[in-house]
T-cell receptor, first 108, second 113 residues
Framework: EDQVTQSPEALRLQEGESSSLNCSYTVSGLRGLFWYRQDPGKGPEFLFTLYSAGEEKEKERLKATLTKKESFLHITAPKPEDSATYLC?????????FGAGTQVVVTP | EAQVTQNPRYLITVTGKKLTVTCSQN?????MSWYRQDPGLGLRQIYYSMNVEVTDKGDVPEGYKVSRKEKRNFPLILESPSPNQTSLYFCASRTGTGGYGYTFGSGTRLTVV
């Protein structure tokens, strides 16, 4: 069965303490892997799309990477405003599946 | 501005009273989808549509109906709401060409009492 698993479920960081979130997937034909940021009570906001193993994308303090079985979202020197839930999703042939998310809290 | 607009943002209703949550997108996207989000359960797909007059069930379709008569609109209908449908609902749309992701609306918080 196709699955998308994110870890850890929650992450508490000090401001400036870099860390990584993991998204592992088992799908038959990956057409894209997506990272979203979601603030409480709001709709997920698109961050990155990755299409093939080895690909990397960056935006400010965030960097996403992709291998054949997993993706990492690296947060470098986070600030309190990076606090949010980060969701990954995969698109295979016809189906779009979300992971459960990683809740990140960055304290000053 | 490219966006997905859903209304209302907040809704409190009583058990059994039919309601409709509207969703509209201005990006000419083929795919539209409804999700519900509950604490600890993540985003779960209710229904999706691949184009006008083409809809299919997602993971949790029971108690919901949808229609896609126009490309831009995809309303969610609860014919007889129950308290277990209290949730945060999101509409989303995406293009059908290429591996592009969904653009989400701002959400509708529904409470059924």
């Amino acid at each position: 069965e196709d699955q998308v698993t994110q870890s850890p479920e929650a992450l508490r960081l000090q401001e400036g303490e870099s860390s990584s979130l993991n998204c592992s997937y088992t799908v038959s034909g990956l057409r894209g892997l997506f990272w979203y940021r979601q603030d409480p009570g709001k709709g997920p906001e698109f961050l990155f799309t990755l299409y093939s193993a080895g690909e990397e994308k960056e935006k400010e303090r965030l960097k996403a990477t992709l291998t054949k079985k997993e993706s990492f979202l690296h947060i470098t020197a986070p600030k309190p405003e990076d606090s949010a839930t980060y969701l990954c999703a995969v698109l295979d042939w016809g189906k779009f599946q979300f992971g459960a998310g990683t809740q990140v809290v960055v304290t000053p | 501005e490219a966006q997905v607009t859903q209304n209302p943002r907040y809704l409190i209703t009583v058990t059994g009273k039919k309601l409709t949550v509207t969703c509209s997108q201005n990006m000419n996207h083929e795919y539209m989808s409804w999700y519900r989000q509950d604490p600890g359960l993540g985003l779960r797909q209710i229904y999706y549509s691949m184009n006008v007059e083409v809809t299919d069930k997602g993971d949790v379709p029971e108690g919901y109906k949808v229609s896609r008569k126009e490309k831009r609109n995809f309303p969610l209908i609860l014919e007889s709401p129950s308290p277990n449908q209290t949730s945060l609902y999101f509409c989303a749309s995406r293009t059908g060409t290429g591996g592009y992701g969904y653009t989400f609306g701002s959400g509708t918080r529904l409470t059924v009492v």
